[in-house]
């Protein structure tokens, strides 16, 4: 079994920073892809940034420039630095471990966080 636990969320004003952090634990051998989700009233959930294990990054266009992603393979954990915060990121804010094997040999399996809030309101 593997747990996903985020933290880092709150409420921020307009042009405001925020770190969210996540870390996986349990029965891991590697991770392929950590990435952060998000999930606003009314609206689908969408990817926010993704990493790879060997650092490829991935970011929905409007948050480029302003969100940055990193991850400690090591520790399992992912990180999410969000500058310039706009009142329409606000949203639950889900940390997502992809591709995760137990074992070399073993079946990969997808593990969700239950979600921060991140709210962004003067």
């Known amino acids: 079994q593997v747990q996903i636990v985020e933290s880092g969320g709150g409420l921020v004003q307009p042009g405001g920073s925020l770190r969210l952090s996540c870390a996986a634990s349990?029965?891991?051998?590697?991770?392929?892809?950590m990435g952060w989700y998000r999930q606003s009233p009314g609206k689908q959930r969408e990817l926010v940034a993704s990493?790879?294990?060997?650092?490829?990054?991935n970011y929905t266009d409007s948050v480029k420039g302003r969100f940055t992603i990193s991850r400690d393979n090591a520790k399992n954990t992912v990180d999410l630095l969000m500058n310039s915060l706009k009142p329409e990121d606000t949203a639950v804010y889900y940390c997502?471990?992809?591709?995760?094997?137990?074992?070399?040999?073993?079946?990969?399996?997808?593990?969700w966080g239950q979600g921060t809030q991140v709210t962004v309101s003067s």
């Open positions: 990493i790879t294990i060997g650092g490829k990054t």
């Open positions: 997502h471990a992809g591709d995760v094997i137990s074992s070399p040999i073993s079946k990969s399996y997808d593990y």
């Open positions: 349990g029965d891991i051998f590697s991770i392929y892809v």
